[in-house]
């Protein structure tokens, strides 16, 4: 065999190992790049990671209110609060047929200690829904008073009386007359000149 044919065959096989290699190499690493992406895995990187917020239930206040008069059951009632008198009377087990019920604010919210009388036809009574008795006449009221009402007060102007509306509706009706010292506006001198003309209700 000549030096020509050697080198001839030494090619040959050159060649042959090469694309030996290059057919091992496609299946290793040819079809791990061409391979369909696991949907399952994209799925799981695109759903949003949704965190587990912790709820804060608002504690509900239980009060007492006592109703009397011309109800069904007369006593004293465990209510939550913000409910109105209306819904005492309900609880009470209505008005009776004697009840002269066009007197009750029913629309009125229910306090801690509250005094609910429903008087009887033809009676005349010192006592109102609220619990208080004829000392508080003439009194404004800061959950009641209407802006005028509330201008009548030592040093309450427009802006002041506005400012007391607008807590109340706010925050809710004010549970205590120091309440008031919470309003923009109104400083211990201030309350100091009123808190003989007001009352809560």
């Not at 694309?19 to 391979?35: D, H, K, P, S």
């Not at 047929?97 to 919210?109: S, T, W």
């Not at 506006?185 to 809560?200: A, R, V, Y």
Request: aromatic letters at 6%.
């Amino acid at each position: 065999m000549s030096i020509k044919d050697n080198r001839i065959k030494l090619l040959v096989i050159i060649c042959g190992i090469c694309l030996i290699i290059f057919v091992v190499f496609y299946f290793i690493f040819g079809r791990e790049t061409n391979a369909e992406p696991n949907i399952e895995e994209e799925e799981l990187l695109l759903e949003p990671v949704i965190e587990d917020v912790p709820v804060v239930e608002e504690e509900v206040k239980v009060i007492l209110v006592d109703i009397k008069g011309a109800v069904h059951n007369e006593g004293v009632f465990e209510v939550q609060e913000g409910m109105r008198v209306k819904d005492v009377v309900l609880m009470a087990g209505g008005f009776t047929e004697e009840a002269e019920h066009v007197q009750v604010n029913l629309a009125e919210r229910v306090q801690d200690e509250m005094v609910i009388y429903v008087p009887r036809i033809g009676e005349e009574i010192t006592i109102g829904t609220s619990g208080h008795s004829q000392k508080d006449e003439g009194k404004v009221s800061l959950n009641k008073g209407t802006q005028a009402e509330l201008e009548t007060l030592s040093g309450i102007g427009p802006s002041k009386a506005a400012a007391i509306i607008s807590y109340r509706e706010e925050h809710g009706p004010f549970k205590q007359l120091e309440d008031l010292l919470e309003v923009s506006g109104i400083g211990e001198k201030s309350f100091e000149k009123i808190k003989d003309q007001i009352k809560l209700n």
